[in-house]
């Protein structure tokens, strides 16, 4: 009797692996994106719970966003690109952008961002 071969070959193995490649090296291109947004994020939130909330202006949240960009290394957004409106007694601050991520040539991955705080108080 012939023995059969049971498993699968090296080709199949490899077919296999492609779709795993290619999201694993996705994930890896967008982790950058990803630990930017997290720096706006932790940058907007300190921002939002500072106790002196009530005496600021939007120029003095636009200067602490600055600096916490600055600290942080974020290039993209910039604190230009913040906008802060006000809101009733307190104010809003939206950091709402896109960046891409290069893949393949000219093939990249487009991710919008939108993170909306509200300061304590207002004057």
């Given at each position: 009797?012939?023995?059969?071969?049971?498993?699968?070959?090296?080709?199949?193995?490899?077919?296999?692996?492609?779709?795993?490649?290619?999201?694993?090296?996705?994930?890896?291109?967008?982790?950058?994106?990803?630990?930017?947004?997290m720096?706006?994020?932790?940058?907007?939130?300190?921002?939002?719970?500072?106790?002196?909330?009530?005496?600021m202006?939007?120029?003095?949240?636009?200067?602490?966003?600055?600096?916490?960009?600055?600290?942080?290394?974020?290039?993209?957004?910039?604190?230009?690109?913040?906008?802060?409106?006000?809101?009733?007694t307190?104010?809003?601050?939206?950091?709402?952008?896109?960046d891409?991520?290069?893949?393949?040539?000219?093939?990249?991955?487009?991710?919008?961002?939108?993170?909306?705080?509200?300061?304590?108080?207002?004057?």
């Open positions: 009797m012939r023995a059969r071969q049971v498993g699968v070959t090296a080709i199949g193995w490899i077919i296999l692996m492609i779709p795993f490649a290619l999201v694993g090296y996705a994930c890896i291109r967008l982790a950058p994106v990803y630990l930017n947004y720096k706006v994020v932790r940058a907007l939130d300190e921002v939002g719970s500072d106790p002196d909330g009530s005496s202006n939007a120029d003095a949240i636009r200067m602490k966003i600055d600096r916490h960009f600055e600290i942080d290394m974020v290039d993209y957004p910039t604190a230009k690109d913040i906008k802060i409106t006000r809101d009733g307190s104010w809003a601050v939206e950091a709402s952008y896109e891409d991520a290069p893949l393949f040539s000219n093939l990249s991955l487009h991710v919008v961002f939108d993170k909306l705080i509200h300061t304590r108080g207002g004057s």
